[in-house]
């Protein structure tokens, strides 16, 4: 009686058209979720052995192909490595970074990765700056050197596990022995113990303090947009490299100007002699400078004039766009009688007589409209 493989790509949870970065963020989820370094349940191994298994086929084109057209009648004759000539140990380390070795675990992980939101003018997210952060964290325990113990004292191995930092339990079926590994739970996988912790840190390898860092905030970045800095996170356990701290901007509204992509977006109002006779007006730069603008005759409130060069500098690249100018013609609210005596005059001309109204009461207002 044989044992019934299950699909890779059901193990993988992808289609069978799953382009190879679908396939290998599959198997870098479930790679994080089942390695024994990771899940301690009893499951987790063959879980994680499958997944490997599943994406050394799925990885490699030519071995994929012939899984397509065979299926597991077609895995004999491929050998022990994985795609590329890599091995199943290669394949982790390259997603890790670490890899596992023979005898006691060194399980050496980065460290985790922190988050910052920092505040922005509006000015200051287009044309950049520099900023300085302070930020609560741990780091290395300079007594101990993140060792945890305390300086000329020397840790024990493990009774539980002999220094391995592993339980290993065997068990014999009717296909052969299976050895389940499973981290022990005495040491946590550390294989030795420390009954001298150090003073400075109680054992923590690390300590928690305050660090100011330098934030340089390029030109052109929008709200939202996340800044790396590589290195300044947790420091890793077992000394493994720290993590990242990922600065989030959070970027203030200007009261006059709105941006579009790379453009800047700004309402403009005129009068409505300057839109019917065109004009040249004085248009503010977000800078601080004025640059002019012709105002073509006949303009029409809403109409988008450009100015080309004068909008947001591009992130990572050169030049910058548009400030894109909307029209908005103001008609008066108040007037002279001069005024009005000159718009009824104008008015005459396009062939309707205005009778400009005079200044009345409410009940005069009412008398009017009912006719009374």
Do not use: W
């Amino acid at each position: 009686m044989a044992t019934t493989k299950r699909d890779y790509y059901e193990v993988l949870g992808v289609g069978r058209s799953a382009s190879a970065d679908e396939i290998r963020r599959a198997y870098r989820r479930l790679a994080l979720q089942y390695h024994p370094d990771r899940n301690p349940s009893a499951d987790a191994s063959e879980k994680f052995k499958e997944a490997q298994e599943a994406y050394e086929v799925l990885s490699d084109p030519e071995r994929r192909a012939q899984y397509d057209r065979f299926g597991h009648l077609g895995e004999g004759g491929f050998g022990g490595l994985g795609a590329n000539g890599f091995g199943i140990e290669d394949i982790f380390e390259s997603f890790f970074g670490a890899a596992a070795g023979t005898g006691r675990r060194q399980r050496v992980q980065r460290g985790a990765d922190l988050r910052l939101d920092l505040q922005l003018s509006f000015e200051e997210s287009i044309f950049g700056t520099e900023k300085d952060v302070t930020v609560p964290k741990h780091e290395t325990c300079e007594r101990c050197n993140g060792r945890g113990i305390e300086p000329g004292s020397t840790p024990v191995p493990c009774p539980t596990c002999g220094g391995t930092g592993e339980i290993r339990r065997a068990h014999q079926s009717i296909f052969g022995q299976f050895v389940n590994v499973s981290v022990c739970s005495r040491c946590r996988g550390e294989g030795q113990l420390v009954f001298d912790p150090c003073t400075e840190c109680h054992g923590q390898g690390v300590v928690r303090r305050q660090k100011t860092l330098r934030v340089t905030v390029p030109a052109g970045v929008s709200d939202g947009t996340q800044l790396r800095l590589s290195g300044e996170g947790e420091p890793g356990p077992n000394g493994g490299p720290p993590g990242h701290l990922y600065v989030v901007l959070h970027v203030q509204p200007h009261r006059f100007f709105r941006r579009q992509g790379n453009d800047l977006l700004l309402e403009l109002p005129i009068n409505v002699a300057q839109a019917a006779l065109g004009a040249e007006v004085e248009v503010p730069l977000l800078e601080g400078d004025t640059v002019p603008l012709d105002i073509p005759a006949g303009t029409q409130s809403g109409r988008v004039l450009r100015i080309r060069g004068k909008g947001v500098p591009v992130l990572q690249g050169s030049g910058r766009g548009d400030l894109l100018v909307r029209v908005k013609v103001m008609v008066p609210t108040e007037l002279t009688r001069e005024q009005r005596e000159l718009f009824r005059k104008l008015a005459a001309t396009f062939g309707d007589e205005v009778s400009p109204q005079e200044n009345k009461g409410f009940f005069e207002k009412v008398k009017d409209a009912f006719g009374v």
